[in-house]
């Protein structure tokens, strides 16, 4: 999938966002002004040459070179404004031609992305006197600049006022697009904060995913075993992926067997391999995947259905890195990075003599636990999104979207079958919902459907508070924490809204997309 980043503003679309287009209708009907949208660097977010003219005052100053490139330079002064907060962007001032100007920066998760601006009218009784003597200044021509004089649009006070809000909900609006795009199309990636290290392929930002990464911050660049721990389908085999990823043997091999899959004699010569004639149907010389793995990384699944005789051998490569394959009598070396992984209880195993001891302290070395799915709800909507758009890019069609309904019940079962079972369930849901983009919670497995709703409020009281809760959030985030426009989608004052907020302990989460 190749995106733009996140935070770069797409133009094109945001011409066409229906609020942009009403705005600047109004900014063009009412006085007769063009919105200039420009990128962190003051240059237009749209296809059009430099300087901008949102007025006709402007033209006529840019009807000269001098005038041209005095524009030029205050627009770009104007977008370095916008992209430093230290500088600030002043909402209201006037340009180098004495006329007014108004500004708002467009903020997408916190970082300055650009900006929205309109310019070139009077903002009072010296404006015009001011605006005379620059045309004069920079040499344009005579009745151009009378005609422009003349033509000089004045705002009222309140007008400036008014035209200041709307250049302001522009830059919202916009903002408010990117962030939804930005979430909606690229679901958080696991990082420890500050660490630098994204790992692309783990999905996921709750405090327990958080923690894991810390750890395989630490392991990644170490050669040491690593045994990692999890239910089923949790995401094991992605975790050793990743700390091969992400190690110094990555462009080497990553080579997996599951230790369950053959009889003990197969797996034996699969592992370490075998030489011609070693057992009937040993037709000919065959490199074991240890080999196979030298000098990268192994990672050996099921690691707990060893049998007693492999589990001798496998503590050999550990210790010493050597090896002899079936049927011969040489000893290999190999330069192995291992990595278990296992559902079962190890210790447990040992202390019943299902495991060896002295295997399980050598790969017990670091263990992850990686968490189940139900201690880590907050990552199912990344999840979902993550899977949605894997299976739009699988069937290259578009990326359908979820109901809230349907998107909460998800959030709330319980999943025995942990992230593999999330998987099959979208997959499923993208079948079921045909040509329709978006999807109902009708057409959840019968399984999800059957589950009780997560352990719900008593009386009617708490229900209806549960519900208010629910839905304040929902258009806070919706709206980017704008309570003006969240108060409004949901029918009360603002002032209301601000109360339930403060009541229901809302004002802590603030953001579209809080990250710890
Ligand atoms: N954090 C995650 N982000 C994205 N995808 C994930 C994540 N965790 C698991 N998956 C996906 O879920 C599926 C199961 O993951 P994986 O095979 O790594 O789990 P496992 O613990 O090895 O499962 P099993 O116990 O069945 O062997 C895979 O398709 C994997 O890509
Ligand atoms: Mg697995």
Not at 138 to 154: C, N, S, T
Not at 298 to 313: C, H, N, R, T, Y
Not at 401 to 411: D, G, H, I, M, T
Request: proline fraction near 6%; hydrophobic fraction near 40%.
């Amino acid at each position: 999938l190749t995106q733009p980043p996140p935070d770069a503003i797409r133009w094109d679309d945001v011409r066409e966002l229906h609020v942009v287009r009403k705005l600047s209708e109004i900014l063009r009907r009412r006085w007769g002004l063009t919105v200039a949208l420009a990128g962190p660097d003051g240059r237009p977010g749209i296809p059009q040459a430099p300087p901008l003219a949102p007025s006709a005052a402007c033209r006529a100053v840019q009807a000269v070179p001098a005038g041209e490139r005095a524009c030029s330079e205050a627009a770009a002064e104007l977008g370095r404004r916008a992209a430093d907060p230290a500088a600030g962007l002043p909402s209201r001032t006037t340009c180098h031609a004495g006329l007014g100007l108004c500004a708002a920066p467009i903020v997408v998760a916190g970082k300055p992305a650009g900006l929205v601006w309109t310019g070139g009218f009077a903002v009072d009784d010296t404006s015009a006197g001011r605006f005379a003597d620059r045309l004069v200044a920079l040499r344009v021509d005579r009745d151009a600049a009378r005609a422009a004089v003349e033509g000089l649009q004045a705002l009222p006070a309140a007008d400036l006022e008014y035209l200041g809000e709307l250049v302001r909900l522009i830059a919202e609006e916009i903002a408010l697009y990117q962030t939804d795009l930005a979430r909606r199309s690229r679901p958080a990636r696991a990082a420890a904060p500050g660490s630098g290290r994204v790992y692309e392929n783990i999905v996921g930002r709750s405090g327990p995913m958080i923690e894991l990464c810390r750890l395989l911050d630490k392991v990644v660049d170490s050669d040491s075993t690593v045994l990692v721990h999890g239910e089923n389908g949790t995401g094991k085999e992605l975790i050793a992926e990743a700390i091969h990823h992400h190690s110094r043997r990555r462009s080497e091999r990553f080579v997996v067997q599951n230790c369950s899959a053959f009889n003990d004699n197969l797996l034996d010569s699969e592992l370490f391999g075998h030489k011609k004639g070693a057992f009937t149907g040993a037709i000919a010389d065959k490199r074991g995947l240890f080999e196979v793995a030298d000098r990268g990384t192994f990672f050996l699944d099921e690691i707990g259905d060893m049998s007693p005789a492999l589990q001798v051998k496998l503590l050999r490569v550990l210790q010493e890195g050597t090896f002899t394959p079936v049927g011969d009598t040489e000893v290999r070396r190999v330069d192995v990075r291992i990595i278990a992984a296992t559902n079962r209880d190890l210790k447990r195993m040992v202390d019943r003599g299902e495991f060896r001891e002295d295997l399980y302290y050598r790969i017990n070395v670091i263990s992850l636990t990686v968490p189940p799915l139900r201690d880590r709800r907050e990552d199912i909507p990344d999840l979902v999104q993550h899977f949605l758009l894997r299976q739009a890019a699988a069937r290259r069609g578009r990326e359908k979207r979820l109901e809230p309904a349907c998107l909460s019940r998800l959030v709330d079962y319980a999943w025995p079958g942990n992230v593999r079972e999330l998987e099959n369930e979208i997959e499923r849901l993208v079948v079921m919902a045909g040509d329709e983009p978006v999807v109902g919670e009708a057409l959840l497995s019968p399984r999800l459907l059957r589950a009780a709703p997560a352990a719900g409020p008593a009386s009617l009281p708490e229900a209806v508070g549960a519900l208010e809760r629910t839905m304040i959030k929902d258009a806070l985030e919706r709206r980017g924490g704008n309570k003006t426009r969240a108060a409004v989608d949901l029918g009360i004052s603002r002032r209301n809204l601000i109360r339930k907020v403060s009541r229901y302990k809302l004002d802590r989460a603030r953001g579209p997309a809080p990250r710890r």
